[in-house]
């Protein structure tokens, strides 16, 4: 059993910095691909960072520059440094993984962005 657990999410005022981390429990030998995605107000959950085993990352367009995602591959950690925040970052983020092709979701940590 894969279980994922957020934290670091809050209310900070634009311009300002937030760090999540995610830690994966379970029964894991080996994570391939490790992200987060968000869900803002009225909107559709949509990817925000990714990053594989080896290190290689994907960012959406609108976090390049801002947001850096990072890993710990020996404690299965998966982090998003969060600078220069803005009003439309503001959302739900959910932690995610791919592990033996399998797709796993933590229950999100809030950021909400005051402007």
């Known amino acids: 059993q894969v279980q994922l657990v957020e934290s670091g999410g809050g209310l900070v005022q634009a311009g300002g910095s937030l760090r999540l981390s995610c830690a994966a429990s379970?029964?894991?030998?080996?994570?391939?691909?490790m992200g987060w995605y968000r869900q803002g107000p009225g909107k559709q959950r949509e990817l925000v960072a990714t990053i594989t085993t080896g290190g290689t990352t994907n960012y959406a367009d609108s976090v390049k520059g801002r947001f850096t995602i990072s890993r710990d591959n020996a404690n299965n950690t998966v982090y998003l440094q969060m600078n220069s925040l803005k009003p439309e970052d503001t959302g739900l983020y959910y932690c995610h993984i791919i592990y033996q092709s399998y797709w796993y979701w933590g229950r999100g940590t809030q950021v909400t962005v005051s402007s």
């Open positions: 379970g029964s894991i030998f080996s994570i391939n691909t």
